[in-house]
Nanobody, 126 residues
Framework: QVQLVDSGGGLVQAGGSLRLSCAAS????????MGWFRQAPGKEREFVAG????????YYADSVKGRFTISRDNAKTTGYLQMNSLKPEDTAVYYC???????????????????WGQGTQVTVSS
């Protein structure tokens, strides 16, 4: 049984930085794309960033391009999301996900990841 454990969230002032981690246990996820989604109160869950299994291709939502960086360490089966220049509108619960499909296919309405993390709260104060 695979588990994804999200961590690294917290309270930060606007302009600050946080680094989220997503640690996988139970099996290797080398063949899985990994990514991050977020859900703010009263809003739908939205895609933030994704990376292919070999780490060769990165994808970002327009709202975070230039500020967030996704990466992965397959030796540790861990994914990361470095978030810089944080804004109050980045406040949300952030969830990591793992999927056998690459991130561009995650836009399909029927798509669901193979695994979800439990979520970590990010709060950005103005």
């Amino acid at each position: 049984q695979v588990q994804l454990v999200d961590s690294g969230g917290g309270l930060v002032q606007a302009g600050g930085s946080l680094r989220l981690s997503c640690a996988a246990s139970g099996r290797t996820l080398k063949n899985y794309a990994m990514g991050w989604f977020r859900q703010a109160p009263g809003k739908e869950r939205e895609f933030v960033a994704g990376v292919t299994g070999n780490g060769g291709s990165l994808y970002y939502a327009d709202s975070v391009k230039g500020r967030f960086t996704i990466s992965r360490d397959n030796a540790k089966t861990t994914g990361y999301l470095q978030m810089n220049s944080l804004k109050p509108e980045d406040t949300a619960v952030y969830y990591c996900a793992a999927s056998l499909l690459d991130p561009p296919l995650w836009r399909q309405r029927t798509w669901q990841p193979a695994y979800w993390g439990q979520g970590t709260q990010v709060t950005v104060s103005s």
